[in-house]
């Protein structure tokens, strides 16, 4: 077992050694509306790769009746993942040398319900970059448009995905125009389709002008062979859709939408590929575009503005707390994205929040069952944490010298409730309860002096959160809860001296946050307007995930 000093003195040779292999990893996350096929995009992606391990212990596999909980049956039964997993795999690229072992991509899923909370955003704070999929017929749907905000505001570049081109949909210059018009993303396809949307023969290369032609295999269950054809022999097998392509490519780089290394990484512009994660086309051509354009890892700058680079020694950050997954143990299991160092299992690290030292030899418990045990992990990879009981999203872990990284933004709530113990004599469980699912940032829990501390309002970002607390409440602390949702449906950060005459006003109520914050609750938006209008000198700020 390693301890802090033995890894804080580490020499050039393992400075070397970790910057290789920080430079060979990719972590990103998909973002989409769900059914635009992500879970289907995953499976493609893995079906390339050599599959490494998973992170995450959250998709139940049968025969694990013992971390089969209450949690999952919620997930099971609605068929949605409430959770983030990290799935890690290998990818050579073709013409690359074997024996480096390729890229490490780590594919941090998202939850993909329509209803979902501030777990998915935490997510985008863990990854470098993001996929954006969407549907070919569909365009850009709402979902996706929130999921973009985010990863706008934190300066994540994303890569476009036009998916389901084997069926009917768009034209690619619709939907290029669209993603420019709504988002003011311009994308910059690096490969355009060969055949309308409905009849996906194959893909421009634009940059060599080469045609990529692909054969179906039975249902997609294995990568569709690709063949390299020359532009003249493609125009001749492919006639008219061919032309069209090229046409279009011309087009597009008339107009400046060439891929542009810089302007992709400053999140102007954003490299474009159509596919069918159904039929296995466009997903190789995903992966090389991951390891050839998005972002290695990076250091951090610490809260008290040092910059952490990725061969300092070991540090990370938590971004999701999952607890409630095994109710006979009361598990909680925290993910960590690696920002410096080297990890390795067993070894003992320190907790910013707290100062106390946090012993990582669990780790080994939940991934030795079913799943290969993370021994040593690098800046990028995402290591699940067992028995994680005082971590909580935002937290940071790490060996001496100390770092401190800036809190995870709390995002935007949308909706409000009150949550209520059913019987007076829990009252104490109650409050404990709710302090821990409020530190491990289930829910932001508000209160005032009007409703006092037995009815605490919780805020969330999708409705979902509150089925976690009441189901929390109830299996893990034993409290039959109610919730009565609140007509607001927006907040905005306030101050002292606002705080009076907005408590006033119709339609609007105002709390403190557990971390200090003054929050107005309004009823909608056109009260918040008359509000501003009447009175310009009121503080109120919209609240954003602050960079
Ligand atoms: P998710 O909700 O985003 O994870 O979407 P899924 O991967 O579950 O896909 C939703 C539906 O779309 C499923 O019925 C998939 O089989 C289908 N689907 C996904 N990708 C493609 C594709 O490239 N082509 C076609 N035709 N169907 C697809």
């Given at each position: 077992?390693s301890s802090?000093?033995?890894?804080?003195?580490?020499?050039?040779?393992?400075?070397?050694?970790?910057?290789?292999?920080a430079?060979?990893?990719?972590t990103?996350?998909?973002?989409?509306?769900?059914d635009a096929?992500?879970?289907?995009?995953?499976?493609?992606?893995?079906?390339?790769?050599r599959k490494?391990?998973?992170?995450?212990?959250?998709?139940g596999?049968?025969?694990?009746?013992?971390?089969?909980?209450?949690?999952?049956?919620?997930?099971k039964?609605?068929?949605?993942?409430?959770?983030?997993?990290?799935?890690?795999?290998?990818?050579?690229?073709?013409g690359?040398d074997p024996?480096?072992g390729?890229?490490?991509?780590?594919l941090?899923?998202?939850?993909?319900?329509?209803?979902?909370?501030?777990?998915?955003?935490?997510?985008?704070?863990?990854v470098?970059?993001?996929?954006?999929?969407?549907?070919?017929?569909?365009?850009?749907?709402?979902?996706?448009?929130?999921?973009?905000?985010?990863?706008?505001?934190?300066?994540?570049?994303?890569?476009t995905i036009?998916?389901?081109?084997?069926?009917?949909?768009r034209t690619?210059?619709?939907?290029i125009?669209?993603?420019?018009?709504?988002?003011?993303?311009?994308?910059?396809?690096?490969?355009?389709?060969?055949?309308?949307?409905g009849?996906?023969?194959?893909?421009?290369?634009r940059r060599?002008?080469?045609?990529?032609h692909?054969?179906?295999?039975?249902?997609g269950?294995?990568?569709a062979?690709e063949?390299?054809v020359d532009?003249?022999?493609?125009?001749?097998?492919e006639?008219?859709?061919?032309?069209?392509?090229?046409?279009?490519?011309?087009?597009?780089?008339?107009?400046?939408?060439?891929?542009d290394?810089?302007?992709?990484?400053a999140?102007?512009?954003?490299?474009?590929?159509?596919?069918?994660?159904?039929?296995?086309?466009?997903?190789?051509?995903?992966?090389?575009a991951?390891v050839?354009?998005a972002?290695a890892?990076k250091?951090?700058e610490?809260?008290?503005g040092?910059?952490?680079?990725v061969?300092?020694?070991?540090?990370?950050?938590v971004f999701?707390?999952?607890?409630?997954?095994d109710?006979?143990h009361?598990?909680?299991?925290?993910?960590?994205?690696?920002?410096?160092g080297?990890?390795?299992?067993?070894?003992?690290?320190?907790?910013?929040?707290?100062?106390?030292?946090f012993a990582?030899?669990?780790?080994?418990?939940?991934?030795?069952?079913?799943?290969q045990?993370?021994?040593?992990?690098?800046?990028?990879?995402?290591?699940?944490?067992v028995?994680?009981?005082?971590?909580?999203p935002g937290?940071?872990l790490?060996i001496?010298p100390?770092?401190?990284?800036?809190?995870?933004?709390?995002?935007?709530?949308?909706?409000f409730?009150?949550?209520?113990?059913?019987?007076?004599?829990?009252?104490?469980?109650?409050?404990k309860?709710?302090?821990?699912?409020?530190?491990?940032?289930?829910?932001?829990?508000?209160r005032?002096?009007?409703?006092g501390?037995?009815?605490?309002?919780?805020?969330?970002?999708?409705?979902?959160?509150f089925e976690v607390?009441?189901?929390?409440?109830k299996?893990?602390?034993?409290v039959?809860?109610?919730?009565?949702?609140?007509?607001?449906?927006?907040?905005?950060?306030?101050?002292?001296?606002?705080?009076?005459?907005?408590?006033?006003?119709?339609?609007?109520?105002?709390?403190?946050?557990t971390?200090?914050?003054?929050?107005?609750?309004?009823?909608?938006?056109?009260?918040?307007?008359?509000?501003?209008?009447?009175s310009?000198?009121?503080?109120?700020?919209?609240?954003?995930?602050?960079?």
């Amino acid at each position: 077992m390693s301890s802090s000093a033995d890894v804080s003195t580490s020499g050039s040779t393992d400075r070397r050694h970790i910057a290789t292999e920080a430079a060979r990893r990719r972590t990103f996350a998909i973002i989409s509306h769900p059914d635009a096929g992500k879970s289907t995009m995953t499976e493609a992606l893995a079906l390339h790769a050599r599959k490494i391990s998973e992170a995450g212990a959250i998709h139940g596999k049968a025969g694990r009746k013992s971390t089969v909980s209450d949690w999952m049956e919620m997930e099971k039964a609605r068929g949605i993942s409430v959770s983030s997993t990290a799935l890690q795999f290998t990818y050579v690229p073709d013409g690359a040398d074997p024996d480096t072992g390729g890229a490490v991509i780590n594919l941090v899923d998202t939850p993909g319900h329509a209803d979902f909370s501030e777990d998915t955003y935490r997510v985008l704070t863990a990854v470098d970059c993001a996929v954006m999929l969407i549907d070919a017929a569909k365009g850009l749907e709402p979902q996706t448009l929130k999921l973009f905000q985010v990863c706008r505001h934190r300066g994540i570049p994303v890569i476009t995905i036009i998916n389901k081109w084997d069926r009917p949909g768009r034209t690619p210059l619709e939907l290029i125009d669209e993603i420019i018009d709504r988002i003011g993303l311009t994308p910059t396809p690096l490969y355009l389709p060969v055949g309308i949307a409905g009849d996906f023969r194959g893909l421009l290369d634009r940059r060599s002008g080469e045609y990529i032609h692909f054969t179906r295999t039975a249902g997609g269950a294995t990568i569709a062979p690709e063949e390299y054809v020359d532009p003249e022999s493609a125009a001749e097998r492919e006639g008219d859709d061919w032309v069209a392509a090229v046409e279009e490519s011309a087009l597009l780089s008339e107009m400046g939408q060439d891929h542009d290394q810089e302007m992709f990484l400053a999140g102007q512009t954003s490299p474009m590929i159509f596919a069918s994660a159904m039929l296995n086309f466009g997903v190789r051509q995903l992966l090389d575009a991951l390891v050839a354009l998005a972002p290695a890892p990076k250091g951090r700058e610490g809260i008290d503005g040092t910059m952490r680079e990725v061969t300092d020694p070991f540090s990370a950050v938590v971004f999701k707390v999952q607890a409630g997954m095994d109710s006979a143990h009361r598990d909680r299991l925290a993910f960590m994205r690696i920002v410096s160092g080297e990890f390795e299992r067993g070894m003992v690290v320190n907790h910013a929040q707290t100062g106390k030292p946090f012993a990582t030899k669990y780790a080994q418990t939940v991934f030795g069952r079913d799943r290969q045990t993370v021994d040593t992990a690098y800046p990028g990879d995402v290591v699940g944490l067992v028995n994680a009981m005082a971590l909580a999203p935002g937290d940071t872990l790490y060996i001496d010298p100390k770092v401190q990284y800036p809190p995870i933004p709390s995002f935007a709530p949308e909706h409000f409730a009150v949550l209520r113990a059913e019987s007076a004599g829990k009252y104490k469980q109650f409050r404990k309860a709710m302090d821990q699912l409020d530190s491990e940032g289930v829910v932001q829990v508000l209160r005032n002096d009007i409703r006092g501390d037995a009815s605490p309002v919780l805020a969330a970002v999708g409705p979902m959160q509150f089925e976690v607390v009441t189901a929390r409440m109830k299996t893990e602390f034993g409290v039959d809860t109610s919730i009565q949702s609140l007509p607001y449906s927006l907040a905005r950060r306030t101050d002292a001296d606002s705080a009076e005459e907005l408590a006033r006003q119709r339609g609007v109520e105002v709390f403190t946050r557990t971390d200090g914050a003054i929050l107005a609750l309004v009823s909608d938006k056109w009260r918040l307007q008359y509000i501003e209008k009447e009175s310009p000198d009121l503080t109120l700020e919209p609240l954003v995930a602050a960079a």
